[in-house]
């Protein structure tokens, strides 16, 4: 199989659809077929069968799907290194992030680099910390942004910033009006909270115990799936709720107030992960190196920025 070959079958793969493919790859429904049972004539298998109107892959295009994504990632890498002996950075750099990374920390850290390297071009998707780790996993990204770290999958975690989470009130709020609150005072609210798989919940979950509380000693009246919809909730005077300090004050600035608790320090690590066995190419190195050389956050007591440490 060559990298045209494999551009082709994946472009398939993914759409589940010859004329989708066609459409991707600017060729004609045909030409794509053709390419299709080529290759199943030259591996003696059938890769795809059909489901109603909809294509489905076989157990064989199945497996061979992660083949043709490491196929079509060396050819691009090999690309993107000779373009770079040029002297200039081309290529493209494929992204997954989880929610507030992926909508705040992401646009203005690739706004800096495509100005560097304005023959870069980004595809970013924005979706749960578990997808696009998972995306990773699989080739579809190169390199993923995410609110926490996990173990194992051969995956690098490097943190390159701290988010705050904080408590925010309505307006009219009470407490709006004072400094601080103590933990006590928590148990007589309503709180909106993030589902418990997102970095915001595991960071309000692991936090509490500091003032002696728990996840259930709140009185917890909505679950939300980000902290956008926490705060829409928090300004109509459903509850209160935490959320990241970087939807508070850039999105919510005004809206909402922030209100401290005593003894109570809440923070999401945010995450660059690329995958370890995995060879990088030419933009993705320039990209990881950028952030952590011009965007690494220093640790508490840091006066100077610092190279983050892996996970």
């Not at 497996?63 to 950075?89: F, N, Y």
């Not at 960071?203 to 002696?212: M, N």
């Not at 660059?272 to 190195?285: D, I, K, N, Q």
Request: hydrophobic share 45%.
């Amino acid at each position: 199989m060559d990298a045209h070959q494999a551009h082709i079958f994946l472009a398939a793969a993914e759409c589940l659809s010859f004329s989708e493919a066609a459409r991707r790859l600017h060729l004609s429904q045909p030409s794509i077929s053709e390419h299709i049972h080529r290759l199943e004539d030259q591996f003696r298998t059938t890769l795809f069968s059909r489901a109603g109107r909809r294509l489905r892959l076989t157990d064989a295009g199945a497996t061979l799907l992660p083949m043709a994504r490491e196929v079509v990632a060396l050819s691009v890498r090999i690309d993107e290194t000779m373009d770079s002996l040029q002297g200039s950075m081309h290529g493209h750099l494929m992204v997954g992030c989880s929610t507030t990374p992926g909508k705040y920390l992401l646009p203005p850290l690739l706004a800096a680099f495509m100005r560097r390297h304005p023959q870069v071009r980004a595809n970013c998707q924005v979706t749960s910390r578990a997808v696009a780790l998972q995306q990773l996993c699989e080739g579809q990204v190169h390199l993923a942004l995410s609110s926490g770290a996990e173990a194992g999958r051969d995956l690098e975690f490097s943190r390159f910033f701290v988010d705050p989470i904080v408590l925010i009130t309505p307006r009219d709020h009470p407490w709006a009006r004072r400094g601080s609150v103590i933990a006590d005072e928590l148990l007589d609210e309503a709180f909106i909270l993030r589902e418990e798989g997102s970095g915001t919940g595991q960071a309000v979950r692991a936090g509490l115990p500091q003032v002696g509380l728990s996840l259930q000693d709140l009185r917890v009246v909505l679950m939300l799936g980000n902290s956008e919809a926490i705060a829409v909730a928090v300004e109509e005077g459903i509850g209160i709720g935490f959320v990241s300090n970087m939807v508070a004050s850039k999105m919510f600035g005004g809206r909402v107030a922030v209100v401290p608790v005593k003894g109570l320090t809440l923070a999401q690590d945010i995450y660059l992960v690329r995958h370890a066995r995995r060879p990088a190419g030419a933009v993705l190195s320039a990209f990881w190196d950028f952030v952590h050389v011009t965007h690494s956050t220093p640790a508490a007591g840091e006066t100077r920025p610092r190279e983050p440490a892996l996970a």
